[in-house]
């Protein structure tokens, strides 16, 4: 039997999105729904659509604040005289703090403010990490822009342009924070902000930065530019520790040594040794023990580049463009990359072609001779496993004499 | 053939006036003519920024966003009509 929400508007088919033991969307627009009439309205369309199987919404156009091309995400609806309220709800994306860090009354500030002038309804977060606000009108686009700014946020990235940088909790929160993920979040925020607001590149440009292999934030999957942190020296090791873990226990053979990829581990019953150099970072057995082994000390990040979700070709993983990098500040060694990957890519990029794209149709190889990047073994499609690097200096004149000579010779009968 | 950031965002204003309707002009389409126009010794990339950047503080262009961002002369949007 199908319920009614707070304005006595049947839905039933909105209905059973609220049935089962998950939270509901449906339930949380129908409470907004008693004090917003946008947010009624979005009900009573969301019923329409799921009715006929016809979408009502218009993405895109003219919208957004003074001097920004990005932040302001446009959407009306097709049916502005049955559905007024909603006839504008631009979605706005504000930039989160590094680390997704609010105070209770900062969280309270951004709901009142978006109570002042937009439907109520926010999304946190999305998944390029902004705060999201749901559903407001044009005319409210710059004042709510003025009350963001008055308590220190700023709109976040859309369109073509660098998203709003994301970065795991890093150091805040997790001792395997291999630089500060917060740190360069921000530095990269402030330093890009022309790129950011100012939409510029032939597509959409994605930093993520995660503090160790764990990867928290993804970054390998949803940014062009994942930088990851590792180490390159060993693993540490508490002997101690590792023992405890097998008397109370935990099969270190089977579980630890068993489980590693490059099986680069050995377990003695008495003590563990790690051939380092075969050590592939995946961090198995530091989530398994992590009272007794601990990434190194000399740290870093990994610098991948190319990830992207199906749109134009199919989804890509990043690959390795920097197998270790010193991420310290200034960080200008990762934005002086950052730099000359955007010169070759808005010199050469077709309209909406990802960095992942772009690397694929010229190749790696140009790819990185743009770029002036060094081939390396570590650059590869897959761990130990095809390298897709011509290693042209290998390849010297003389050998190309001889090959010829070789091949004259068999031809002669 | 040196020219200032103005003569820059006056001639992109220009440019952008004449494709209206046509054809879209992305940020990097029109940094291209430009430095294909001027040459890029008289009209680097850092110049094509700022005039950009003019040409919208002034509010004599826009960006829209079809998919990708654009450059365009602000227009009503056909969609909010209803608003």
Not at chain 1, 21 to 37: C, D, H, L, N, R
Not at chain 1, 145 to 165: H, I, W, Y
Not at chain 2, 14 to 35: F, I, P, S, W
Request: with cysteine.
């Amino acid at each position: 039997m199908s319920e009614t929400n707070g304005k006595g508007s049947a839905t039933p088919m909105l209905d059973e999105l609220e049935k089962g033991e998950w939270p509901s969307f449906v339930t949380q627009i129908k409470e907004m729904a008693a004090e917003k009439e946008q947010c009624q309205q979005l009900l009573e369309l969301l019923e329409r659509s799921y009715r006929e199987k016809i979408g009502h919404w218009k993405h895109g156009g003219i919208v957004g604040v003074h001097g920004y091309g990005g932040g302001v995400i446009g959407r009306y609806n097709d049916l502005p005289e049955e559905f007024p309220a909603i006839a504008h709800f631009h979605t706005l994306r504000v930039n989160m703090p590094s680390g997704w860090f609010y105070t209770s009354d900062v969280l309270r500030k951004i709901c009142d403010i978006w109570d002042e002038h937009g439907s109520g309804l926010t999304n946190m977060h999305g998944s390029t990490g902004d705060i999201i606000l749901l559903g407001t009108t044009t005319d409210e686009l710059e004042p709510t822009f003025k009350a963001l700014t008055e308590n220190d946020f700023d709109l976040g990235g859309s369109g073509s342009d660098v998203r709003t940088p994301s970065a795991c909790v890093g150091p805040a929160r997790c001792e395997w924070a291999c630089y500060d993920t917060l740190d360069l979040c921000n530095d990269l925020t402030q330093t890009f902000q022309d790129e950011l607001h100012r939409p510029a590149f032939p597509y959409k440009f994605k930093f993520k930065c995660s503090g160790c292999p764990n990867d928290c934030v993804a970054s390998i999957a949803r940014s062009d530019m994942s930088i990851i942190g590792t180490w390159r020296d060993d693993i540490r090791i508490d002997q101690d520790a590792v023992r405890e873990y097998a008397e109370n226990g935990v099969n270190i053979e089977r579980d630890i040594c068993g489980n590693c990829p490059t099986k680069c581990m050995e377990w003695d019953g008495h003590d563990l040794e790690i051939d380092n150099g075969n050590c592939v970072k995946c961090m198995h057995c530091i989530n398994a023990m992590p009272k007794a082994l601990r990434p190194g000390v000399d740290t870093g990040a990994t610098i991948l580049l190319g990830a992207k979700a199906p749109i134009v070709q199919g989804a890509q993983l990043s690959s390795v463009i920097v197998p270790f990098m010193k991420l310290e500040p200034p960080y200008d060694e990762i934005k002086d990359l950052a730099e000359r990957i955007w010169d070759f890519w808005s010199e050469n990029g077709k309209n909406r072609e990802r960095v992942g794209e772009i690397m694929q149709r010229v190749g790696m190889g140009n790819f990185l001779e743009a770029i002036g990047v060094d081939p390396i073994p570590e650059m590869i499609a897959y761990p130990r496993e095809n390298p897709y690097v011509f290693y042209e200096e290998y390849y010297e004149e003389e050998d190309e004499e001889a090959e010829q000579e070789e091949e004259e010779g068999a031809a002669v009968p | 053939m040196a020219v200032t950031a103005e003569q820059v965002a006056d001639a992109m204003y220009d440019l952008v006036k004449e494709y209206q309707g046509k054809k879209k002009l992305k940020a990097m389409d029109l940094t291209h003519m430009m430095v294909e126009r001027y040459g890029a010794e008289g009209c680097d990339k850092k110049m094509c920024k700022a005039a950009i950047r003019s040409l919208i503080d002034s509010d004599r262009c826009v960006y829209t966003y079809f998919g990708g961002s654009y450059i365009e002369l602000p227009h009503a949007e056909g969609a909010a009509g209803g608003g």
